[in-house]
């Protein structure tokens, strides 16, 4: 299976890896942006991942946000990703099936309400940014869910807010 | 011996109770409120009861409640833990008038000594030093002046009215305090309609050392030492460790010898802790006490092999302490983290939520006392502490290294935890130099944050080999209804077959 992986991290800023994983007997062969690594990976725990990369051990820690972005710990160090299976992404992006109805906007994390992207009242497209929350010191566009209309906003530019408090209402 | 304990709190403290009093074959009664019907004290208790709403006032803060929870189960004692109830002389009380033990001080030594003002009056009437200074306005600038020449500079002026620092002036030599005086006072007189101030010397960068008290029901009162609570945020402890990088043997003698005058004269009985700040000379002033087990008990407890809750038991069902203790020298040495449900990266914001996984550091010098365990959701009701983490070692720089190691091994997934600032703490060379005082972790946080760290090669790889590896495998377990970890091996279940032929 072949993956993008959109990675953002404090030390490496943003990047975009491709990961395929094949399986091979009981494990996977693993090439990283088309080159072959030497990489044993297994899933140790739920959410718990053991990687030795050329002997090198890592252990990461998945944590799935509520906006589809996931968390990875590797001891210090965290990474923001986004998966994309190039296959079955374009029917999830650009398919048929969008949320009907009145929307409420939540805050996928606890984190800082920088800037509002719109106006009430404002007609905004599925996919357009509403409100930008900064969280771990990354600022993350919050987006659309649906083409409608901008009912009502509940946060003000500086609030801090808690994960899954209501940013905003789109119908 | 007490055959039953209401235990009247919550969280990591209500599970260190808990298991003190299995290891002494007490049996034990928890209490929670609606949110904590899930938390971890609950699930270790004996007995377990509702005391009402999430809201502190109307559960672990009902001394009724408490008692009728008390009274119905059979306890013969109550230990209160820290914080809610702990110092609220009302417990005690009612726990006497219901003929119930208080596994703590007697209600007249927590008044005599608990408030600011009571225990610096108490402190001056035993010779015990506090900060020089006049609690009395001074009227007469010249008198203010020579009172501060008297005293050395700095000194620092306060409004009597005073707070958040209006009104305050310090004034660093003789030479600005007439110009100090004039504008503390119209400072005050501006915020406060009164331009009365009173006079302080001023302490540069002074340490927070404490002294651990115990005094039994029998007169015997006997100091364990002391811990070092320097680093603190905004004047909460996050790192304790004992003994303290700068105190001396004859200056933990000296202030060992003034707290137990103060617990004397206070009439003390059980564990309580007297607060002092230690200059740069390591002169020390009193600070406040506190009438009940500390946080950071467990540093004590690691350089002296003494459980102090055992003790605190102990000393509430009448028993004396031996005479042997008076000699108690530490051995070692023992540093604590706190670990808060709360985000560094983001203002200390508080993340309570559901935790989905976790791994507690073991091995070597390494003691985790702890209210949490995976899978259960933090209630944001209640304050964020998670765990206390506790190494100790033959030396300072082995309990660094060793709390270092545990902070690496310890994984929170789900809600974000304060870790990272363990980390950045216990790698400045101020710290690991011992160079720390209470104003230092706010000094720190206000500098630039050093450059991240960039992770060894190959880190970023393994993060988005994992990133894939975890999405085909959320897809497996989603469409078998089981993770592929857990089918059975065909090796194991023919290794099970041949056990079971071969049982006759």
């Known amino acids: 299976m072949k993956f993008d992986v959109h990675l953002q991290s404090v030390a490496l800023g943003a990047r975009t890896r491709v990961v395929e994983l094949e399986r091979q007997g009981s494990g996977y062969s693993v090439k990283i942006d088309g080159v072959p690594v030497n990489a044993d990976a297994m899933q140790i725990a739920p959410n718990t991942i053991s990687v030795l990369l050329d002997g090198q051990a890592f252990e990461v820690h998945v944590t799935p946000s509520l906006d589809g972005t996931i968390k990875l710990q590797s001891g210090p160090h965290e990474f923001m990703a986004e998966l994309r299976d190039p296959r079955a992404w374009q029917g999830r992006k650009h398919g048929a099936s969008e949320v009907e109805g009145r929307q409420q906007i939540l805050a996928p994390m606890p984190g800082k309400v920088i800037r509002l992207l719109v106006n009430v009242g404002d007609e905004v497209e599925a996919g357009q940014g509403l409100v930008v929350v900064e969280a771990m010191k990354m600022q993350n566009e919050i987006r659309s869910p649906k083409t409608g209309k901008v009912e009502r906003l509940q946060v003000k530019e500086g609030q801090a807010v808690n994960a899954g408090e209501v940013l905003c209402v789109v119908v | 011996m007490f055959q039953k304990i209401l235990i009247a709190n919550r969280g990591e403290i209500a599970v260190r109770i808990l298991r003190a009093c299995r290891e002494m074959g007490i049996r034990t009664v928890g209490v929670f409120s609606e949110v904590d019907r ?260 467990p540093v004590t407890e690691q350089v002296t092999g003494l459980d102090l809750v055992k003790l605190q038991i102990a000393i509430a069902a009448g028993h004396r302490l031996p005479f042997a203790w008076e000699s108690i020298t530490p051995r070692g040495h023992a540093m604590e983290v706190r670990l808060y449900a709360e985000d560094p990266d983001n203002n200390f914001f508080p993340s309570p939520g559901h935790i989905l996984s976790r791994h507690a550091p073991t091995g070597p010098g390494i003691r985790l006392d702890e209210g949490v365990y995976e899978g259960y959701t933090v209630p944001m009701e209640y304050d964020p502490l998670l765990s206390k983490l506790i190494a100790w070692g033959n030396s300072r720089e082995e309990t660094i290294a060793r709390l270092r190691r545990a902070l690496d091994e310890y994984t929170i997934t789900g809600i974000r935890t304060n870790v990272s600032l363990f980390r950045r703490i216990l790698t400045e060379p101020e710290f690991l130099r011992g160079e720390i005082h209470t104003k230092w972790l706010d000094e720190l946080l206000a500098r630039p944050r050093p450059p991240a760290v960039a992770p060894r090669a190959g880190t970023e790889e393994a993060a988005v080999i994992a990133a894939a590896l975890w999405h085909i495998e959320q897809d497996r377990t989603a469409s078998d209804g089981q993770p592929a970890a857990q089918t059975p091996s065909r090796w194991k279940m023919q290794g099970r077959r041949e056990q079971v032929d071969r049982t006759p």
């Not at chain 2, 417990?91 to 119930?100: N, Q, T, V, Y």
């Not at chain 2, 200074?133 to 002046?145: L, V």
């Open chain 2, 38 to 297: 899930n938390a971890l004290h609950v699930r270790l208790a004996d007995e377990a009861y509702a005391i009402g709403p999430a809201a502190s006032r109307e559960s672990y803060l009902r001394i009724d409640k408490l008692i009728d929870v008390a009274k119905k189960t059979g306890c013969d004692a109550v230990h209160p833990g820290y914080g809610f109830l702990a110092e609220n002389p009302g417990l005690p009380r009612a726990c006497s008038d219901g003929g119930i033990t208080f596994i703590g001080p007697p209600p007249e030594a927590m008044e005599a000594m608990g408030s600011k003002t009571a225990g610096k009056q108490l402190a001056r009437r035993s010779d015990v030093p506090t900060v020089p200074g006049t609690d009395d306005p001074i009227e007469n600038p010249e008198e203010a002046q020579s009172l501060a020449r008297t005293m050395g500079y700095p000194v620092v002026l306060k409004a009597i009215a005073g707070g958040g620092g209006k009104g305050m002036r310090v004034v660093p030599n003789d030479a600005a305090f007439p110009a100090a005086w004039r504008d503390a006072a119209s400072e005050a007189m501006n915020a406060f309609g009164d331009p009365r101030v009173f006079l302080e010397k001023y302490l540069i960068g002074p340490r927070h050392v404490e002294i651990q008290v115990f005094a039994d029901a029998h007169g015997r009162v006997v100091s364990l030492g002391e811990r070092e609570c320097s680093v603190q945020r905004r004047h909460q402890k996050v790192v304790e460790e004992a003994p303290s990088p700068v105190v001396t043997p004859e200056l933990r003698r000296k202030m060992g010898e003034a707290a137990v005058r103060l617990a004397r004269a206070g009439g003390y009985v059980n564990a309580g802790t007297v607060e002092f700040l230690v200059d740069a000379k390591l002169n020390f002033y009193f600070l406040e006490v506190n009438t009940r087990l500390q946080v950071e008990h």
